[in-house]
């Protein structure tokens, strides 16, 4: 893999970097196809605890490459569907991802960038970052990052920075949620850290657990179904191996074992 470094430390933490800093991480199908495939296979990975998703360089992400969207200008109506499918499907793997996701933004994020801030769970960005849903500056539109800008910023929110491509800074994204959390550029490594640790403090099982129910419970009416749902997730990680140390452990006064020799 040229364009992504793909690292997995002791505690289980993957790092997924995008490695094209003199292209600003501008991504092309060979990148879009080299993070589906390390999604795919870092999914599997049995010791993994949670991914962190990060860009070399000044820039985070300026979106799609030129060069890849002049060649886009010549293909098919079949050839431009096949490489929307293939980013169609890089969003979904890292939205679906199993274990927590920490994304670090620094400089810009533009198009398509903002798609795989969304797609993550938490987001951090250094308080000189600057976004923009630049699509129809381009006569284009944001189409398979829509469905997650609108459950992350809402749609009336969606519909204005779709609309007037302006860009904003990373307090408006704070603002919008966006991303989570605003820090000086010298401390955004600290800040992700911080998440990190905070992450890894939780049950790994409990945390999928989680993932999946919160992803069920967004698109579900709050009716007696939802409500026996909810109710059946409680009691089944109650008894389960995971559940049980950690309610032990806390009535015993020390760590749960997948802390190791960590305190809490």
Known sequence: MDWLITDIDPRGVATLCLNRPDKFNAFDDALIGEL?????????????????????????????????????VTQSFDQNLAEAEALAELMMRLDSFPHPTVCRVQGSAFGGALGLIACCDVAVASDDAKFCL???????VPAVISPYMVRSIGYRQTRRYALTAERFDAATALDLSLVHDVVPAASLDDKVEQFV?????????????????LEHVATQPLDNELRHFTANEIARIRISPEGQEGLKAFFDKRPPGWQGKRRV
């Open 197 to 213: 640790n905070q992450l890894l403090a939780n049950g790994p099982q409990a945390l999928t657990a989680c993932k999946l129910l």
């Open 134 to 140: 630049s699509e129809v500056k381009l006569g284009l």
């Open 36 to 72: 589906v495939q390390a999604l795919a296979e870092l999914a599997e990975e049995p010791k993994l605890r949670l991914l962190v998703l990060k860009a070399e360089g000044k820039h985070f992400s300026a979106g799609a490459d030129l060069n890849w969207m002049q060649r886009q």
